[in-house]
């Protein structure tokens, strides 16, 4: 049943001050869209927008939610590119953009910021610091340091270099469904052994608290070498991260790809010559400027036993400022130009190869979509292969854009249930139902839904995600 709007706004407004309560048309679809290709429906559409500026206030939003029974869906940036920015329940969106404080406490080796903050705004706070904030989206000037805690994302970095940003997290603040305000974890460096609720809520995707404060070990900034090396194919690149794991050569800390398609227009957009096969480009680091290069020119003997056929340290900032920019405006091309249906696949990483050639065969001959054309870039060194069906079209009708989305989502996750792999990032859980219960059957997502239900039961946060909302 529809709640009292007039009510809803009063009340709510009664919590964070009338001028943080939206309730117009314009704010409200702005809200409801996120990146999925395809519009935005009735029930996306949020009552209210607010903008809390404490937890407390949060927690009187939460409080008022479970009586009136209204969804609550957290809004950090909404830049998560498959479903989970969206609504899926008609009722408040939680903007945390007023969550802004940031201090650091080199002393104790950490820095607390409000979950709001933009990553690339964290970032530079760091930089006085002589610190490195080990998150690395394409999105981080407009993505939120508490939407990446909620996902747990590291992006660009290798997992097995990195972890992921959870492993840097000593503690939270987080308001949970009923309202309650939670301090979790430590104001030490040791982080606390056994179980522990920070462990727990990082990578919760908004589904069991609202996080408003994250507590983060300062990592000093590393020295990075930059290689990039230039490949016949991508299959040749695939072979490359393949041996890399299996010779246990030093991973770097960004490796990254552009097939054959996505390296003539990323190449083409920062203004260099455009290679005629794939491309890879690499960061090394180290402590010292000695040892970084020590390590890059150990991964440049790895890379001369493959089938690179021009391979090079870049030393110039700016050109590899250029060369790092094109993997990005492969990203811009293809999802300001058309309809883009992106996968994630992270399979055993033996398999790459296999799972890539799979993802593409399936890519180009769509049921759904005759003809699509396939592109393939982004973080394979981590090891993920992001494989896109690109329609070079806006105006393609809404339930063809369905249609090809989950198309190439069964696909992706039927080849993460072959090769032994589960995701990495994104934010998934919106599109995930299916795939949780092929890959670890009913019973896991019972529990899931049960844990859910245990802190929130009345299913306030984030209301349609764990459901599967298509
Ligand atoms: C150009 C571009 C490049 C990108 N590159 C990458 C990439 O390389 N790797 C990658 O992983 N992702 C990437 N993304 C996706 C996205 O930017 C990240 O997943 C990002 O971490 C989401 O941050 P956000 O602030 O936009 O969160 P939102 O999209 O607003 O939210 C994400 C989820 O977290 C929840 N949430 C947000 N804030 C909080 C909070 N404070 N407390 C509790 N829950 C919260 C939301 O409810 C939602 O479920 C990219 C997106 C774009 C547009």
Not at 212 to 237: G, H, Q
Not at 301 to 321: M, N, P, R, V
Not at 355 to 384: C, D
Not at 446 to 466: E, Q
């Amino acid at each position: 049943m529809s709640p009292d709007e007039k009510t809803l706004k009063r009340k709510l407004a009664k919590i964070v001050g009338q001028e943080y309560v939206f309730t117009d048309k314009s704010t409200a679809l702005v809200y409801a869209k996120d990146t999925m290709p395809w519009d935005v429906e009735a029930h996306n559409i949020p009552y209210s927008v607010v903008r809390p500026g404490s937890s407390e206030e949060i927690s009187g939003v939460l409080k008022l939610a479970s009586k009136m029974g209204v969804p609550v869906h957290t809004h950090g940036s909404g830049t998560s590119l498959v479903g989970l920015g969206r609504p899926k329940a008609r009722g408040v969106v939680l903007d945390m953009g007023r969550f802004q404080e940031f201090k650091a406490y080199p002393e104790r080796g950490y820095f607390e910021v409000g979950a709001g903050m933009h990553i690339g705004n964290v970032r530079k706070k760091l930089n006085l610091y002589n610190s490195m904030l080990p998150v690395f989206p394409g999105s981080e000037l407009i993505a939120t340091i508490g939407g990446a805690v909620s996902v747990n994302t590291s992006a660009h970095a290798v997992d097995a270099t990195l972890c992921k940003p959870g492993d840097y997290v000593l503690g939270l603040e987080v308001v949970m469904p009923d309202g309650t305000v939670l301090k979790t974890g430590t104001e030490s460096a040791r982080k606390p052994a056994g179980i522990e609720m920070t462990k727990f809520l990082v990578g919760s995707e908004g589904l069991l608290c609202v996080i408003t404060k994250i507590r983060m070990r300062l990592i000093p900034d590393p020295w990075l070498t930059n290689i990039v090396a230039y490949y016949p194919s991508t299959e040749d690149i695939l072979d490359t991260v393949m041996a890399m794991y299996k010779k246990a050569v030093h991973t770097p800390l960004f490796f990254e790809y552009l097939d054959e398609k996505s390296s003539r227009v990323g190449y083409e957009a920062v203004g260099l010559e455009a290679p005629k096969g794939a491309v890879a480009m690499m960061s090394i680091h180290d402590s010292t400027q000695k040892g970084c290069r020590e390590k890059a020119n150990e991964f440049l003997d790895f890379l001369k036993e493959t089938a690179a056929e021009d391979l090079a340290i870049i030393e110039d900032e700016q050109k590899w400022k250029k060369i790092w920019g094109s993997r990005s405006e492969a990203g811009n091309y293809v999802y300001r130009l058309g309809s883009t249906f992106g996968s994630e696949i992270t399979p055993k990483v033996n398999k790459l190869k296999l799972a890539f050639q799979e993802m593409k065969g399936h890519i180009l001959n769509l049921q759904s979509y005759k003809n699509p054309e396939f592109y393939s870039f982004g973080h394979i060194g981590a090891p993920t292969i992001h494989a896109y069906a690109f329609i070079p079209s806006k105006t393609i009708p809404n339930d063809i854009k369905r249609n090809v989305a989950l198309e190439v989502r069964t696909k992706s996750e039927d080849l993460n249930v072959k090769y032994g792999g589960c995701g990495g990032e994104w934010g998934l859980t919106a599109q995930r139902v299916n795939f949780l219960k092929k890959k670890y059957g009913q019973e896991y997502y019972d529990i899931l839904v049960a844990l859910k239900k245990s802190l929130d039961p009345k299913n306030i946060l984030n209301r349609g995600n764990l459901e599967g909302w298509f």
